[in-house]
């Protein structure tokens, strides 16, 4: 695009998000605006951003405040909305010394649990009176839209106080049950860690972290459990095993038995999950790896040798606990057609012993399964991506063609 885009022209785009299905707005100068559609970029049929593009958008998007602080810092996460459409987090960075951004669609509407087709005991582990429930994947697998659901399952059915502490905050709560505040960071506080300082004179049931950035976030997070309070935050690792690890990383190594004993007493819940391409092409769904933390869970966090049989202890714990394993959410979702049996393989944990069972499932179910969900469990799976557990700065980007 040879000119500025008005005002309207880029409000258009950020409206027709919704309509197609599209998760992220990603704009840069010398490229095309792109979509990014059930987890593929799709490049529009539009002239490239010029850089007089993208610094006219810091002034719709950007408040004076806000500007300096990109200015100074040259980058800044902040949320922007239409009002009556929906809210948008949104990523400011340089990048060759010119301007990029990245918009995240944030619907107004808060999706249920059941909306969201994620196990029900996610609903009960949020009215716990106390403990830390970690919701953790990789940068975009949802984390954000299951805790609001969470939030909001609890807010229509007992009285909370409700204090979340978010960069930027994401989904915008409306007091039913619950009295909800919500405080952003740059905004209402300085950091997660000054917010954590004096949240507990705020007197508050639940509190939501946006996310553990630090050692000092996380040990307040961890007192505020063992003093009576829920908390629920995020991590970007892969399961519950490795969020332990993660958690245990942050400590010098002669903390970490101590830390380990106090994971084992505060600890509730960890889910995990992974974002999956519906079948038929309808959006993307969440499979969800829960760990509840019972007395054999406990033992094996304290004591390190034993920490890896937690995955097996999960799958065990199906029945009695209501835990289940990645694997386990993929097999349910198989069954009733959520994802196809080959986009399942693709992302198991263990893909051979998922295929024997949902051979099993095909044997012996009614359910009519096309020729390619069938010759899926035969055939060579498709190569797997890497399970990143570390943040952004070290998870290598690709870009995926349309």
């Known amino acids: 695009m040879d000119t500025p885009r008005e005002k309207q022209e880029f409000l258009a785009y950020l409206s027709s998000m919704t309509a197609m299905g599209a998760s992220d707005l990603h704009l840069k100068v010398g490229a095309p605006p792109t979509f990014r559609i059930d987890g593929t970029l799709f490049p529009m049929n539009e002239p490239s951003c010029s850089t007089s593009d993208l610094e006219k958008l810091i002034g719709i998007v950007l408040d004076p405040r806000q500007r300096e602080h990109f200015t100074r810092e040259l980058e800044l996460d902040v949320a922007f909305s239409l009002p009556g459409v929906a809210r948008y ?19 107004m509407t808060i999706p249920s649990l059941e909306e969201l087709h994620l196990p029900p005991v996610l609903g009960d582990l949020v009215q716990v009176p106390h403990g830390l429930i970690l919701v ?37 709560h ?76 942050y400590y010098a190594p002669h903390e970490q038995d101590e830390i380990r004993r106090v994971l084992a007493d505060n600890l509730s819940a960890v889910v995990s999950q992974r974002l999956l391409p519906q079948i038929g092409g309808q959006g993307r769904l969440a499979a969800v790896e829960v760990m509840v933390n019972t007395s054999t869970i406990k033992e094996y966090i304290i004591n390190p040798e034993k ?13 009695q606990y209501r835990m289940q394993s990645f694997d386990q959410a993929l097999a349910s979702m198989v069954m009733r057609n959520l994802v196809t049996a080959e986009v399942a393989l693709h992302y198991a944990t263990q893909p051979t012993e998922l295929a024997l069972h949902l051979q099993g499932f095909s044997g012996a179910s009614n359910r009519v399964w096309s020729d390619a969900e069938l010759s899926a469990l035969d055939k060579p799976l498709p190569p797997k991506e890497p399970e990143w557990l570390e943040d952004e700065s070290s998870r290598p980007r690709r870009r995926r063609a349309a």
């Open 174 to 249: 409306r007091d039913h049950q619950c009295l909800i505040y919500q405080r952003e960071i740059g905004q209402d506080t300085h950091s997660f860690a000054h917010a954590l300082r004096h949240i507990l004179r705020q007197d508050p049931d639940i509190i939501m972290i946006g996310e553990i950035r630090d050692v000092e976030t996380l040990t307040i997070a961890l007192n505020a459990a063992n003093t009576g309070h829920l908390v629920i935050t995020t991590l970007h690792t892969a399961d519950a095993v490795q969020s332990i690890q993660r958690i245990l990383t």
């Open 136 to 172: 953790t994947g990789s940068t975009g697998s949802g984390k954000s839209t299951t805790v609001a659901s969470m939030l909001e399952h609890v807010n229509n059915l007992v009285t909370r106080k409700v204090v979340t502490i978010e960069d930027p905050i994401e989904y915008l």
């Open 89 to 107: 987090r949104v990523n400011v960075c340089c990048q060759r010394g010119t301007v990029g951004a990245s918009f995240r669609l944030v619907p």
């Open 307 to 319: 920490t890896g049989l937690i995955r097996d202890t999960i799958k065990e714990g199906a029945t």
